[in-house]
Structure formats: structure tokens, C-alpha cells
């Protein structure tokens, strides 16, 4: 009670944090004072107090503390020292705090944990110390209210959980997790990273269902757990992709091991059992960094997939070997605006007499550093990057412009075909051939469009539609490989095309092998009925020549007759009395 009545003395001084200005009528003064100064600080949330500076020892202590310290105020009062209360890991910070202060009213705020192990069984509590500095004659005190910021605490900690945490998971997200790889690179000991894929995990999304896909991440993510040791970090990189980084790269061997066996074993999501395939990539140059370590794992995790591996090892050799794709990418990017594309052309030639009576056109590309890229190689990436109508702008234009180059020196070439792909098949080709002939002076029939068999059977309604209306602006159209797709007699009848190109592969048998000799008659017959021009591609010897001539071919191209060669060389060669 002397402790309540000291505290009481105090509470209304000017500077204490806590000060009471009591309002009260009738009855007697000092007594109601007392009274409503003693319920007030009771009831405060909290618990007020009083110490000395330099003993640490209570002064005073509210009825509050009951509530912090589980109703354990007497065991409290029963020891020396306020210190007692503060968590052992947060004491120095708290000598600190009160050391500093140094002049009368000044306040301080401090946030710490109350220690466990005084008599009480209680969870770990926070509190916030708000308080005031009293110098006096007679001793400084501090004098302070503790405030319970536990459900506070716990929820900052919870929400900063979730923020580097996956739900699902629990484990790192990508942004903490490269934050804790660039801390273990900088140190440079030599860990390992192990980079996972789910296979077809999408595939699972959408036939089971999301909850489907959220039950397998929680049942890998547990079994990845009971493969690794505590000091192994583990993060979910993207939807089916994780990562688990080892301090000791030694013993990466065996924790892989052990995880593609523990991962295998079917799973069930609900009443269905699934097993899922995984892959992994592994990567061990610390000393390089967080980002390239995690870029050679995925590199390496991408290897294994492309080779149909279970998983695979980073190293030099494998960078260079999976790099040359990107980098084909990023240079044919940059093909045009570099102007390392060029145009060569090929002979077409009439089978009567050798006569050069037209030209395929056929794209080039060398690099500075890649070397000469065939068009084999070109062509697909172009129309899987979405760049093969640029370069078919480029292809056309190019052509018109070297057919007016050659009529404007005299040296006439019938018509010259331009390879297109399907891609290019829009309404939009159309304006395009018809402002690149009237550009260039040139008349519809002085252009040849040729596409092949397999690409035009893949959209044959907007095809069809294209190829007509060039048609009927007078663009002639060839089927070029006819033979190697969908080869059929209704088939063919029913395309707006005006020659049909016989591939090379039935004419390398010619005339020596009797099924190649069926063949080519068959479809040089079947031309005919249909009205159709026969080219025929891949002619290398003077039998194969004689031969086609009497099989009333029209058209012939190939080794035989010249290769293909740059505008100049081809220009030279019509200027010849041989050509």
C-alpha cells in the first residue's frame, strides 16, 4: 500500500507521462483525490510504473502488470530488479536506452519482450516501454506505463512471413530467396543450388483443378523437406518450379538422389493417385554470384528437359551448347537492320531446250561471327518468333527491285518466284504485291508466289481465299515440295494454283529405279489433266534431263543447270551468249 500511495504522490506531477488532473464534487477533497487517482491508474491499460534509475529496483507497480505477467505480481515484487522482466536477448538494448537519458522529463520509448521463467507459464509478450526521465535530489526514478503489443507483434510477424513466404508451400519466395543467395555467394563457401520442375504441373491444374494442383505443391513441398537437412534453404521460384540451395555443394550427389527417389512415388489429390515427372538442374559456381548461379541451375534444369534427362549438371560446355538457340534468336533479330540477308537466285529452265526462262529466288543469311546459316535453320525460328512476315516484306521488295534493276539494263528474266510462308497468307500480302508491282513498274505475271504443300493444308479456308484474289491480279502460284504432304487428287484439284513443283527426292532415283520412274510419270500425268505447269526440282545429271524432257516436264531446276547465286553473278550469266 506505501508502494500506491508513493505512485499517487507522483502521478499528478507536470511532466509524468501519466499525470491526472482529478475533477471531483462534494465529499471530502483529498480523499476522493486519492480514490479516483488510485481507479484511474488501475484501470489504465497496461501496467504503470516506477523505478529507481540506479538500483533498477520497483517503486511502484499497477494493478495492470496482472494482466502481462498472468497474475504473478507477487513473485515479481518478491525479486530485486525491473531487469528481471526484460527478455535476456533484449537487455542490452534496454540498458542502452535508459543509459542515454540525461536530462529531467525526458521521455523514452522502448519495444521488448518480457522474460520468460519467472514462476509463470506464459507465451512470449511484447511490450512497449513509454516513459519519462524525474531527476531529483533524492535519486532519479523512471516513471513509465507498459503497454501489451503482443497481437500486435505476432500480426507484423505474420504479415513479414507472408510476404517472403509461399501459402501454399511455405517456403521462400523468388525475391528473399535471392536475397539469401546473394548473402551465401558473397561468402563464397561452396554450396550447391538445385533447380526443380514439375513436369505438365499445368496439366494437373486444369483437368483436377486448382485445389488439385495446391494439394501436389503442399505434398512435394513436404517431401522435399524430408530430404534435406535444417541448414538447406528451399523457395518456390514460379507455379512449378523450386529451388533448394545446399551450404555443402559435397553432398549435393546425395540429397539429389534422394530427392528424385522420395519425388517419384504417385501422389493423391483427393481420390485420384497421379505421378508426376521431375527434372532437375544443378549448379555449383557460387563464386560467381546469386544471379548466375540461379541462371546456370534453370540452364541446366532446361538441358535436362531438352535431352530427356532426369537432370543435369551446369558446366561451360553445356552453356555454350544451349546458348547457340539465343543467341540464333537475338542475331536474326537483327539480321535486317545489320543487312546481312541477301538474295541469290537460281535458273529455271525450259526442258525443251535449256533455255533459262525464269529464276527461284533464295534467301541468305551470314553472320559475322555465326558463319553462313542456312535457310533450313532461318526460316523455322523466323515463323516460331513472329519475324517471317518482316522478312517476307523484305524478300518481295528485294525481288521486285532486282527485277526492275535487271529491265532497266536490258537483261530480261520472264518471272522469278519468291518463297512465302503460310503465315503470310493475309488480306494484307495482297496490297502489299500490288503496291511493290506498281512501285516498280512491274506486271503481275513477272512474279511468282510459291508456297509449300505441308504449310498450305494447315489453314486452307484463309489460304485459298489469299491465293485466289493474286490470281486474279495475275501473280502466278506454284506448290512448291508437292509430294511430301497431303498429296491427293481432290486435294489438289480444288487450290488456285498455277504449277506444281515435284521435290527433289523422286527425282534421285531417275531414271535408273523403276518405282521413282511410276512416280514422276503419275504426277507429271495427273499436271496435265489439271491443267498444270510441272517443275521439277533437284535435276543433277543429263539422263535425269533426257528423261523428264520425254515425260513432257515443262520446267526443270537444279545443280545441273547452275546453282544458286548472288543477283550479279546470275545478271552475268543471262548476259552470256551461253546463257
Not at 501489451?148 to 509461399?166: I, N, V
Not at 518456390?236 to 540451395?245: G, H, K, N, P, T
Not at 487428287?489 to 520412274?517: N, Q, W
Request: net charge negative.
Amino acid at each position: 500500500m506505501k508502494l500506491r500511495q508513493w505512485w499517487l504522490s507522483h502521478i499528478k506531477a507536470e511532466h509524468s507521462p501519466l499525470a491526472v488532473t482529478p475533477y471531483c464534487t462534494g465529499g471530502d477533497g483529498q480523499d476522493s483525490r486519492q480514490a479516483l487517482a488510485e481507479a484511474i491508474v488501475d484501470r489504465l491499460p497496461g501496467a504503470v510504473y516506477c523505478l529507481s534509475r540506479n538500483s533498477k529496483t520497483l517503486c511502484f507497480l499497477s494493478q495492470g502488470a496482472n494482466g502481462l505477467l498472468n497474475g504473478q505480481m507477487q513473485a515479481l515484487h518478491q525479486r530485486a530488479g525491473f531487469e528481471m522482466l526484460v527478455h535476456p536477448e533484449d537487455r542490452e538494448h534496454w540498458h542502452q536506452t535508459l543509459a542515454a537519458l540525461s536530462e529531467d522529463n525526458q521521455r523514452y520509448e522502448i519495444l521488448y519482450r518480457l522474460a520468460p521463467g519467472l514462476g509463470w507459464h506464459r507465451p512470449i509478450t511484447w511490450v512497449l516501454d513509454r516513459g519519462v526521465l524525474r531527476r531529483r535530489a533524492s535519486g532519479d526514478t523512471l516513471e513509465g506505463v507498459l503497454l501489451d503489443m503482443t497481437g500486435h507483434q505476432r500480426r507484423q510477424q505474420h504479415l513479414a512471413h507472408a510476404a517472403e513466404h509461399d501459402a501454399i508451400t511455405g517456403f521462400l519466395h523468388r525475391l528473399p530467396f535471392l536475397e539469401y543467395l546473394e548473402n551465401a555467394t558473397r561468402e563464397q563457401e561452396p554450396g550447391a543450388l538445385l533447380y526443380f520442375d514439375i513436369v505438365r504441373y499445368s496439366a494437373i491444374n486444369y483437368s483436377l483443378g486448382y485445389q488439385a494442383g495446391d494439394s501436389l505443391l503442399k505434398q512435394v513441398a513436404e517431401r522435399i523437406r524430408a530430404c534435406v537437412s535444417a541448414d538447406a534453404m528451399l523457395a518456390r521460384l514460379s507455379a512449378d518450379e523450386f529451388a533448394v540451395y545446399l551450404p555443402d555443394a559435397e553432398c549435393r550427389h546425395g540429397v539429389l538422389a534422394r530427392l528424385m527417389a522420395t519425388l517419384k512415388p504417385e501422389y493423391w489429390l483427393g481420390r485420384q493417385a497421379v505421378t508426376v515427372d521431375i527434372t532437375a538442374g544443378v549448379a555449383t559456381d557460387t563464386h560467381k554470384g546469386a544471379d548466375a548461379l540461379l541462371r546456370h541451375a534453370r540452364l541446366a534444369l532446361q538441358h535436362a528437359r531438352a535431352h530427356n534427362r532426369l537432370h543435369a549438371e551446369y558446366s561451360v560446355g553445356l552453356y555454350e551448347e544451349d546458348s547457340a538457340p539465343l543467341k540464333l534468336e537475338q542475331a536474326l533479330r537483327c539480321a535486317l537492320m545489320r543487312d546481312e540477308l541477301s538474295m541469290f537466285y537460281q535458273a529455271q529452265v525450259s526442258a525443251e531446250d535449256g533455255r533459262i526462262i525464269g529464276a527461284e529466288s533464295l534467301m541468305r543469311w551470314y553472320h559475322d561471327t555465326l558463319g553462313e546459316i542456312s535457310p533450313e535453320r532461318f526460316i523455322p525460328l523466323a515463323e516460331e518468333l513472329g519475324l517471317i512476315a518482316e522478312l517476307g516484306r523484305w524478300s518481295l521488295a528485294t525481288v521486285c527491285e532486282q527485277i526492275a534493276e535487271w529491265d532497266a539494263r536490258g537483261i530480261i528474266v520472264p518471272r522469278v518466284s519468291v518463297n512465302v510462308s503460310t503465315l503470310q497468307l493475309t488480306s494484307t500480302l495482297v496490297d502489299q504485291v500490288s503496291m511493290l508491282l506498281a512501285r516498280f513498274g512491274l506486271t503481275p505475271d513477272r512474279l511468282e508466289l510459291e508456297v509449300t504443300e505441308t504449310q498450305l493444308i494447315r489453314d486452307l479456308t484463309v489460304s485459298h481465299h489469299v491465293l485466289e484474289a493474286l490470281r486474279v491480279k495475275g501473280v502466278a502460284i506454284a506448290l512448291d515440295d508437292f509430294g511430301t504432304g497431303y498429296s491427293s487428287l481432290a486435294y489438289l484439284a480444288s487450290l488456285p494454283i498455277d504449277r506444281l513443283k515435284i521435290d527433289k527426292r523422286f527425282v534421285d532415283g531417275v531414271p535408273e529405279r523403276t518405282p521413282e520412274r511410276g512416280v514422276i510419270t503419275a504426277v507429271i500425268s495427273m499436271a496435265h489433266a489439271l491443267s498444270l505447269e510441272v517443275i521439277v526440282e533437284g535435276v543433277e545429271t543429263e539422263q535425269q534431263w533426257q528423261y523428264l524432257r520425254e515425260q513432257d516436264c515443262h520446267v526443270l531446276q537444279g545443280y545441273y543447270f547452275g546453282t544458286p547465286v548472288d543477283a550479279q553473278t546470275f545478271a552475268t550469266r543471262l548476259a552470256s551468249p551461253n546463257g
